[in-house]
C-alpha cells in the first residue's frame, strides 16, 4: 500500500520565521496601525522579503527578528500611504462627482471641446498630455515609458497646452 507523504512546504524549504519573530512582525505591524484582518499579509510580505533575500544570495541578518521588525515598520508606512492615496482618489472623485452634477451642461461642453482639442493635436503630443493629466503621471515616468529625454516631453507638453488653451479661447469656452 502505498503512503502518502506529510504535507510540507514546498521543496521542504524551512519557514525563514519562527513563531517569536512572527509574533513580533505582528505586533509591529499592528502598532503601526495595519488592520488585524491585513496582519497574516503583513506577516507573509516580511516572510517573502526574507526569503527573497535568501535567493539573491544575500547573507541572513544577524538579527532577524530586528531586521523582520523593521521590515514590518516599513510595511505599515507603506499601508498608510497606500491608503491615504485611496482616500484622495476617493476624494478626487467624489469632487468630479460634485463639479458634475452642478455644472453638468458646462463640464460637457468643456470636455467635448479638450475632447476635440486632444484629437487634433499630433500623436506624440496627445500622448504626453493624456499621460500626464489623465494618467496622472510624472514627466520622469512619461520620459522612462517612452524612451525620451525628459526635456522632449516638457516641452511636447508645453507645447500641446498652449495649442489646446488657445483653441478652447477660440471656441469661447474658457
Known amino acids: 500500500m502505498l503512503r502518502r507523504k506529510p504535507r510540507g512546504r514546498a521543496d521542504d524549504v524551512p519557514d525563514?520565521?519562527?513563531a517569536g519573530v512572527e509574533d513580533r512582525v505582528r505586533?509591529?505591524?499592528?502598532?503601526?496601525?495595519v488592520p488585524y484582518t491585513d496582519l497574516p499579509d503583513g506577516v507573509q510580505q516580511v516572510r517573502l522579503r526574507l526569503l527573497e533575500r535568501a535567493a539573491k544570495g544575500q547573507e541572513a541578518p544577524r538579527d532577524v527578528s530586528a531586521w523582520?521588525?523593521?521590515?514590518?515598520?516599513?510595511?505599515?508606512?507603506?499601508?498608510?500611504?497606500?491608503?491615504?492615496?485611496?482616500?484622495?482618489?476617493?476624494e478626487r472623485l467624489a469632487?468630479?462627482?460634485?463639479?458634475?452634477?452642478?455644472?453638468?451642461?458646462?463640464?460637457?461642453?468643456?470636455?467635448?471641446?479638450?475632447?476635440?482639442?486632444?484629437?487634433?493635436?499630433?500623436?506624440?503630443q496627445r500622448q504626453?498630455?493624456?499621460?500626464?493629466f489623465?494618467?496622472?503621471?510624472?514627466?520622469?515616468?512619461?520620459?522612462?515609458?517612452l524612451g525620451v529625454p525628459e526635456g522632449t516631453v516638457k516641452s511636447r507638453?508645453?507645447?500641446?497646452?498652449?495649442v489646446l488653451r488657445a483653441r478652447l479661447h477660440e471656441q469661447e469656452v474658457v
Open 27 to 33: 505586533a509591529v505591524l499592528s502598532l503601526g496601525g
Open 134 to 145: 489623465y494618467a496622472d503621471l510624472p514627466v520622469r515616468d512619461i520620459a522612462a515609458e
Open 68 to 90: 523582520a521588525a523593521v521590515v514590518a515598520s516599513n510595511l505599515a508606512m507603506d499601508w498608510h500611504r497606500a491608503r491615504r492615496r485611496q482616500e484622495r482618489l476617493g
Open 157 to 162: 507638453l508645453h507645447t500641446a497646452v498652449r
Open 16 to 18: 525563514p520565521l519562527d
Open 128 to 132: 504626453v498630455v493624456v499621460l500626464r
Open 95 to 124: 469632487a468630479l462627482r460634485q463639479e458634475h452634477s452642478r455644472d453638468a451642461a458646462d463640464t460637457r461642453v468643456l470636455s467635448l471641446a479638450v475632447a476635440q482639442g486632444l484629437d487634433a493635436l499630433p500623436d506624440q
